[in-house]
């Protein structure tokens, strides 16, 4: 089915508390999780833990304000952590406002697995009124071990030719 957040906060996971937790869908096209307020990102992960997401589509997030990280998933996380993304599909997520980063999803430290999941319609925009850009419109990896496999990027973009690509690695 299809379950819009009416929260006006994201989810929030201590991958070190919960470790070993999968939130598991019934399929990328069957499973989504859709904004209803404006102005919110889908999840965060913090902790140093094993989590895994998978079968899901996360769509419509999107953020408005200055210095914004990750529409669809923000994942601080501590060296130890173990995160692992397969099967997703991340449409339509937006950071608008500058000095985004991470369109789709933003990831500092650990190890993050993604695998057959499809990137589509993801930006980040820098403001117009400024000096601020974006990084990242689909992918902003601060530090950490990344692997990405058997993946679709699709119709993605930055906004602003000073706006750096749809893949930024810090």
Known sequence: ?????????????????????????????????SKYVSDVGFM????????????????????DDYLEYGAGLYMDVSSGANITINRVHF?????????SFGGALYFDDGTLTIDRCKFTNCSSTSSAYNSYYALGSV????????????????????????????????
């Open 139 to 170: 992918l902003y990896i601060d530090d950490g071990t990344v692997s990405i496999t058997n993946s679709l990027f699709y119709d993605n973009s930055c906004g602003r030719t000073t706006d750096n690509g749809h893949l930024y690695l810090d």
């Open 91 to 99: 449409d339509n997520l937006d950071l608008n406002a500058g000095w």
């Open 44 to 63: 965060s992960i913090t902790g140093a833990g094993a989590i895994t997401i998978e079968d899901i589509t996360i769509k419509d997030y999107e953020h």
């Open 1 to 33: 089915g299809t379950y819009n957040s009416s929260y006006d906060d994201n989810l929030s996971i201590n991958s070190t508390t919960l470790t070993g937790l999968t939130i598991r869908g019934a399929g990328m096209g069957q499973t989504i999780f």
